[in-house]
């Protein structure tokens, strides 16, 4: 199928691709100057693993085109996704203007078309409930064309979105059109392997799905980032507690793991919005708030842990922050908990030192001088007087920890992602502070007094 996908960001990217490497033919649109000359100069403008490769194939073969130019794109589009931005305003409503202006542009090329031209119009952005309604109204207004409107929620997460666009769980249109659902159901069949993962349902709980998938996400794990204060308290052991209730089939295993707090470009956005959708239907949502509070208090706790557990005074120590981004592959550090922790342990007047795989240039432009930046986490440990993990990636795991612990001002580890080996951490010697978790806790060596 002829397919148009306005906005080259990270969804509109992934979705582009994958649907080129479906066999449809994909134009892109991108308006930033400098983003359209990577893509059309064949790179891949953003991070993720398998997108450059798959881009690549498809753009060299044709199966993938690039322009700034919304009418020619459309000109021949079955489909047309809208895959803007719908960021947050300070005060955490949507920014809905970068989709209104799409929209807007899009119904000015449909304009000239005649009632014998028919397209299907795709949100794939997430917006708030009653926004695919507004746009078909406005578009029925504006042409005489055959309009139809879907909303087409994406669920990808960052680091796994090629694999989760091809694998989909489930594909969720929200409509009112038969006629459109048939369109997309075509458009997706090469990656439908059951029926029931196709899912058709009306507008406004297909915008609201995607909000309520996040915020039960985002729930889960704010539950058991609270439940780490219980275990603390009480000696349990939070990886023991997530095993015994994720066993339960009504429970299940995901998203349990707790840790410093999420962050990302997504949780803390769409839990925000919906604490303001449920505010727009005179609600004030009880549950939304402390999922927020619990991540805010969770990030600090984390910080202060550090202060507490130092034995040092925080003026003038350094600490070693290992891991940037908000999650591991991804160089993505959009609401990452280390912003927070970082700031905070800076106040307070330790010297922080920073490292990460991926996400480090991003973090320069927050932090600039204030933080010394390092290459690898074995020297960003040297001389330090503790170490503070953020960021799960796997490499953090495997690193020669004795060679370390000899090289630290103090041997004192804060595992915020509860992934490095308990028995390893003891064996080499460290004072070791997981979340949530019965810690290590040796007599503190200091090699320097203060
Ligand atoms: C999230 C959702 O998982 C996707 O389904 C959704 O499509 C996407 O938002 C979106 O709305 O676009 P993403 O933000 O890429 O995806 O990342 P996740 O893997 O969900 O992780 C989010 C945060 O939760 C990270 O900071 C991660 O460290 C944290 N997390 C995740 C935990 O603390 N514990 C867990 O058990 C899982």
Not at 165 to 184: H, N, Q, T, W
Request: glycine share 8%; charged share 25%; net charge negative.
């Amino acid at each position: 199928m002829d397919v148009t996908v306005i906005g080259c960001g990270y969804v509109g990217l992934v979705t582009g691709t994958c649907l080129a490497s479906i066999g449809h033919t994909v134009r892109g649109v991108e308006k930033d100057v400098k983003k359209l000359r990577t893509l059309s100069d064949g790179h891949c403008p953003i991070f993720e693993p398998g997108l450059q490769e798959l881009m690549q194939e498809h753009y060299a073969a044709g199966q993938l085109q690039f322009t700034e130019n919304v009418r020619s794109a459309v000109r021949d589009a079955e489909v047309v996704f809208l895959a803007v931005g719908t960021p947050p305003k300070p005060d955490g409503t949507v920014d809905m203007s970068y989709l209104e202006a799409a929209g807007k542009e899009v119904c000015d090329a449909l304009a000239e078309n005649g009632d014998d031209y028919m397209v299907t119009i795709v949100i794939k952005s997430t917006v708030p409930a009653g926004t695919n309604r507004k746009l078909y109204k406005f578009l029925k207004e504006q042409t005489k064309a055959h309009v139809q409107v879907v909303s087409n929620p994406e669920f990808l997460r960052e680091g796994s979105a090629v694999q989760d666009f091809l694998s989909p769980d489930r594909i969720v249109i929200g409509g009112e059109s038969p006629e459109a659902f048939r369109i997309m159901r075509r458009l997706y069949d090469p990656i439908v392997k059951r029926e029931e993962a196709f899912m058709t349902m009306n507008w406004e709980s297909a915008e609201l799905t995607k909000y309520a998938a996040n915020a039960m996400l985002a729930a889960r794990i704010s539950f058991m980032n609270e439940m780490t204060v219980l275990c603390e308290h009480y000696g349990a052991d939070i990886e023991e507690i997530r095993k015994g209730i994720g066993s339960d089939f009504r429970i299940g295993p995901a998203f349990l793991r707790a840790g410093c707090g999420y962050g990302g470009s997504c949780f803390p956005k769409d839990v925000a919005a919906l604490e303001h959708i449920s505010k727009a239907a005179n609600y004030e949502s009880l549950f939304v708030n402390a999922i927020q509070t619990v991540n805010k208090n969770q990030k600090r706790r984390f910080a202060d842990k550090i202060i507490e557990k130092l034995g040092r005074p925080i003026q003038g120590a350094t600490i070693a922050v290992w891991g940037l981004a908000f999650k591991a592959d991804t160089d993505d550090i959009r609401e990452s908990a280390a912003i927070d922790v970082i700031r905070h342990l800076i106040d307070k007047g330790a010297h922080v030192r920073a490292h990460d795989f991926k996400a480090m240039e991003n973090m320069k432009a927050i932090f600039k001088e204030e933080v010394e930046w390092c290459h690898d986490p074995v020297s960003a440990a040297a001389g330090a007087d503790a170490v503070a993990l953020i960021t799960d990636w796997p490499q953090y795991t495997t690193l020669p920890f004795r060679k370390i612990a000899a090289t630290m001002n103090t041997p004192l580890i804060f595992d915020g992602r509860n992934c490095l080996h308990r028995d390893i951490m003891r064996e080499t010697g460290f004072q070791y502070y997981p979340m949530g978790r019965p810690c290590i806790e040796n007599s503190l060596r200091l090699k320097h007094k203060v």
